[in-house]
């Protein structure tokens, strides 16, 4: 198909839904329903949730409003099985995406807070996968977000957690929550920890704070991805080093936009830059029901408002595949099955 040739909005859905695709910042929580989570309020206080208390929850207009919103989602789970209600949620997003493989964050601060067992969490979330993975084919693998959002003592006491806990399902950790209050030196050793265990490790940077965050979290930590890492746009030096070293940024568009720190529309984002700069980069949605998006609108915004073409948004999708922390067996598989879809679906 001629480049030339705009395809409209449901076109471009109907032939990018086609193509199996990989998400690989996406966090659990996030991914709940408004109805599962008016079920899980309704349980929690037996009545029916007010609207100003439904209003609230999307109310939010930076980072820190965003976390204290997700926050809240998770006060309303009261037993480790309400994550069953949660992971139908999840199954029903991969399938309406069309998303094959997914590497998603899940928190477990609030709910270890809140006297869960982790080890009921862990055989909930490897229950939930496994059924998800005999039912649709699609396979999930969790990274634990060990939060600096409670500080340095409460993320290695999290991850003192993951590490006992040996699980294919369970891939690593993540750094995620307030970037100002929890600088990246404040977790080197526990990077390090993570590195001595054979386990993946990623770091939230450069989304709420300028690129000196993104360096300390390449440098210090080492960190094998990068969530968002939007603010390197301002500095010349570390986008060559993320290019030459091939340090991946995980794009979240609506998120940015959204949360209004660094970037206020899609059309201002820099991920253009990155991809054009030879940074690897992947799409994702990062919390897809708070910033009313899915991961084909991710890529529709990229097509219609930053001017990506059909053959490099392809290019992006399998990015998704090459940047996982799949063996690389199985990455070609993948991509092998992305190829066939292309051809299939005519672009």
Known sequence: MPETQKLSKK???????????????IH???????????????????AKMPEEEEASLFAFSDLN????????????F?????FDLLFSDISDYLEENNIVYCEMFFSP???????????????SLSRNIEKIEKETGRKLRILFDVSRTFGRENAENNFDLVSSYKNDYFLGIGLGGTEASGPAKDFVRLFERAREKGLHAVAHAGEDVGPESVWDTVKLLKAERIGHGISSIRDPKLMEY??????????CVSSNTFTKKLVSSAEDHPVKAFYEAGIPVTIATDDPTFFFTTLLNEYWILYSKINFSIKEILDLIANGFRLSFLPEKEKNLYLEELEKAVSTAGF
């Open 11 to 25: 076109e471009f859905f109907d032939k990018i839904k086609l193509v199996p695709k990989a998400e690989l910042h």
């Open 28 to 46: 659990c929580e996030a991914v709940i329903t408004l109805k599962t989570v008016k079920k899980l309020y309704e349980k929690n206080f037996n």
């Open 65 to 76: 409003g965003f976390i204290q919103s997700f926050l809240k989602v998770q006060s309303y």
């Open 78 to 82: 009261t037993d480790v099985s309400d």
């Open 109 to 123: 601060s609030a709910f270890l807070k809140k006297g869960f067992s982790f080890e009921k969490i862990a055989e």
């Open 242 to 251: 993320l290019s030459e070293h091939r340090i991946p940024l995980e794009i």
